[in-house]
């Protein structure tokens, strides 16, 4: 068990980049959540996987992000055209199962100038 | 959703002292978990406990499922306990994402 491993941990960019965040989850995992982080706040769900299919993503905050889990392995979040309120914590998790304990990664701190 | 409400949302105490941190649910959950998140943004694993009572160490927690709280409990406390502490539910059917609560920022003073 090597824990969910994510890459870059730090992300500085220019409004209106592009972005792609990885994330790689515990080995035999088949869920893979993204959330989002603001400064004081608890982590906001964004989407999850199931293997390779996205079972729910209308928690995304606009049609700007974007999630994918080509093989059910490691998955990437991209924001297009970020704006300054993108700055974030994004932190991605992995569980075995529905009502198994998700288990976070360090996160991608991404900052927009 | 569920809401998930923490308290209190400040903590400060002396090192060696105890302490009790509660977390209320608006609806039975499947999953309940809290955390630690420490300086570093680290979000550590504390306990899964959707029901029941579980103890590591110095830390222990008690969730009452039918009442809808749960309770972490940190004896002893030292410096390194400082931080941000998380508890989060899933009630399932739906999104299937953890609701976090704001959080108690528990901060132990030498």
């Known amino acids: 068990d090597t824990g969910v491993s994510q890459n870059p941990r730090h992300k500085i960019t220019k409004r209106g980049q592009n972005v792609t965040f990885r994330c790689d989850p515990i080995?035999?995992?088949?869920?893979l959540y993204w959330y989002r982080q603001t400064l004081g706040q608890g982590p906001e769900f964004l989407t999850y996987?199931?293997?390779?299919?996205?079972?729910?993503k209308s928690r995304l905050l606009s049609d700007r992000f974007s999630a994918e889990r080509p093989k059910g392995s490691f998955s990437t979040l991209e924001i297009q055209r970020t704006e300054q309120g993108d700055s974030a914590m994004y932190l991605c998790?992995?569980?075995?199962?529905?009502?198994?304990?998700?288990?976070f990664g360090d996160g991608t701190r991404l900052s927009i100038l | 959703g569920i809401q998930v409400e923490q308290s209190p949302p400040d903590l400060i105490l002396q090192e060696g002292a105890n302490s009790t941190l509660r977390c209320n649910f608006s609806?039975?959950?499947?999953?309940l978990q809290w955390f630690h998140q420490n300086p570093w943004g680290q979000l550590i694993n504390l306990f899964y406990?959707?029901?029941g009572t579980k103890q590591n160490g110095r830390l222990s927690a008690t969730t009452v499922a039918t009442e809808r709280y749960s309770l972490l409990y940190i004896s002893s406390s030292q410096t390194t306990d400082s931080g941000v502490y998380f508890c989060?539910?899933?009630?399932?059917?739906?999104?299937?994402?953890?609701?976090f609560g704001k959080g108690t920022h528990l901060i132990i003073q030498p």
């Open positions: 998790a992995s569980s075995f199962w529905a009502d198994q304990p998700q288990h």
């Open positions: 609806d039975s959950v499947n999953n």
């Open positions: 406990i959707p029901s």
């Open positions: 080995s035999e995992h088949n869920r």
């Open positions: 996987f199931q293997n390779e299919a996205q079972l729910e």
């Open positions: 989060a539910g899933y009630s399932g059917g739906g999104a299937d994402g953890l609701t």
